[in-house]
């Protein structure tokens, strides 16, 4: 597998590659606080067990992040984004303008969790087709596995939403 020669990116997709990967990184150990929170705030029980699972998915996920950092020559580094923060911010807004153990409040911990779903999403994405590109394949494929994983969590955010706590919010 090719790796970053020297700790310096030889091109400017590797040093895009690098930044991305720092801000994925920044996101997924951000996103841990984050998901503690929306637990904390959800009052359907398979909605706390849905992020109660991706709390450690994302663990995983910030693991095998480390892995990637190392086998293009790079100490993981993070760097979390203003995305992220708004995203933050917005699931905090939700918090705070809906009523504690309402089903109307899961839905909208719902919404902000799958915010994070799809930053993450295009984050893992994009880095995954960028190490195609820059010949990583092994790096390629611990990306595209994770990617999978987070595609499967927004699908079962939207199988909880559509198949229970949308339909009880809508009674409120």
């Known amino acids: 597998m090719k790796t970053m020669s020297q700790n310096k990116p030889d091109s400017r997709l590797e ?4 930044d991305e990967l720092r801000a994925l990184y920044g996101a997924e150990q951000h996103q841990l606080n984050v998901l503690l929170l929306l637990k904390k705030a959800a009052s359907s029980q398979k909605l706390k067990n849905v992020l109660a699972s991706h709390l450690d998915e994302t663990r995983e996920h910030i693991a095998r992040l480390e892995i990637v950092f190392g ?12 995305t992220v923060l ?44 960028h190490a195609r590109t820059l010949e990583y394949d092994e790096v390629e494929e611990v990306l595209e596995q994770s990617l999978f994983e987070e595609k499967e969590a927004d ?18």
């Open 71 to 82: 086998k293009i020559g790079y100490a993981a580094e993070a760097r979390v984004s203003e």
């Open 15 to 18: 040093e895009l590659f690098l």
């Open 86 to 129: 708004g995203i933050t911010r917005a699931a905090e807004d939700i918090i705070a303008g809906t009523e504690r153990a309402t089903a109307t409040r899961d839905a909208g911990i719902i919404v902000a969790a799958q915010q994070l779903e799809h930053y993450e999403i295009t984050r893992y994405g994009s880095l995954a087709q």
């Open 155 to 172: 699908d079962l955010l939207t199988a909880v939403a559509e198949n229970y706590i949308n339909t009880e919010a809508r009674k409120e």
